[in-house]
């Protein structure tokens, strides 16, 4: 078994497609450990994503992603990091494959539904940032 962080991002949350995704996380076989709504400040995102820190999108990235409520989980499956990221689609979803999320949820690169951990190092620093560890057992 491997964990994942996953964020239903505002965008979907705006337009009340979280219950639609969670419906496609259960039935894709994920077990949710974790699960939380928050509202992330400006430099909230900016620790998360601090990765981008350089690219000419941050700013309007991280505008987005503290623009209203999201959904922050922990994901559990085999190849938990893998999978999740084949269920999500392409980050364009124009790009998205037929029958992923980004594809039926996403408008844009930047209002593309879904986030997902690209690797075990990611995952966990971002399933830290989000949860304690009482909230993870
Ligand atoms: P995420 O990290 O959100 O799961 P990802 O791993 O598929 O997405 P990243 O390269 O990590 O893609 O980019 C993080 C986010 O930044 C993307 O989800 C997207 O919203 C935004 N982004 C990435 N590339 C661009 C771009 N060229 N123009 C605008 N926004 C972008
Ligand atoms: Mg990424």
């Not at 039935?27 to 974790?34: C, I, L, Y």
Request: proline share 6%; charged share 25%; glycine share 10%.
């Amino acid at each position: 078994m491997q964990r994942t962080f996953a964020i239903i991002k505002p965008d979907a949350v705006r337009k009340q497609a979280a219950g639609q995704i969670l419906a496609r996380i259960e039935g894709a076989g994920f077990a949710v450990r974790a699960l939380r709504m928050i509202h992330m400040s400006k430099p909230e995102a900016e620790g998360f994503y601090h990765v981008h820190r350089d690219k000419p999108f941050f700013g309007g990235l991280t505008d987005f992603m503290s623009s209203g409520p999201c959904i922050v989980m922990c994901l559990e499956a085999p190849d938990a990091i893998r999978q999740w990221r084949d269920l999500m689609g392409a980050t364009d979803p124009a790009k998205a494959a037929p029958g992923t999320l980004r594809k039926d949820f996403g408008a844009s690169i930047d209002n593309n539904a879904t986030h997902g951990s690209d690797a075990p190092e990611t995952a966990a620093f971002e399933l830290g940032y989000f949860f304690r560890g009482m909230e993870l057992r």
